[in-house]
């Protein structure tokens, strides 16, 4: 069973920077966090959640949301079972519950909150 958490949100400043950090260690069926894809999404009060940042296992190819590009940064570190959301240049539109995703077994996990006021 994979365990998903996450961490490193705050209250910010609009114009500051936050990295967000998510672990998910464990196995199901025999495979662990290097086989799989990995997504930010983000929860707005009144609204549904959305897609932020994506990175793929292997070739490590990036997808964004078009209001974060040039913003955001998605990384990982297999050997930490680790995937981060670097964060620049925030805005107070980005104020959200932020939660990772493990796209194969479809495991979320507690969510982050993201503040950006001044």
């Known amino acids: 069973q994979i365990r998903v958490v996450e961490s490193g949100g705050g209250l910010v400043q609009p114009g500051g920077s936050l990295r967000l950090s998510c672990v998910a260690d464990g196995v199901t069926h025999g495979y662990t966090f290097r086989h799989y894809d990995m997504s930010w999404y983000r929860q707005a009060p009144g609204k549904e959640r959305e897609f932020v940042a994506s990175?793929?296992?292997?070739?490590?190819?990036?997808k964004y949301t078009d209001s974060v590009k040039g913003r955001f940064t998605i990384s990982r570190d297999n050997a930490r079972s680790s995937v981060y959301l670097q964060m620049d240049r925030l805005v107070p539109e980005d104020t959200a519950m932020y939660y990772c995703y493990v796209q194969g077994p479809a495991v979320w996990g507690q969510g982050t909150q993201v503040t950006v006021s001044s």
């Open positions: 990175i793929t296992n292997v070739y490590l190819t990036t």
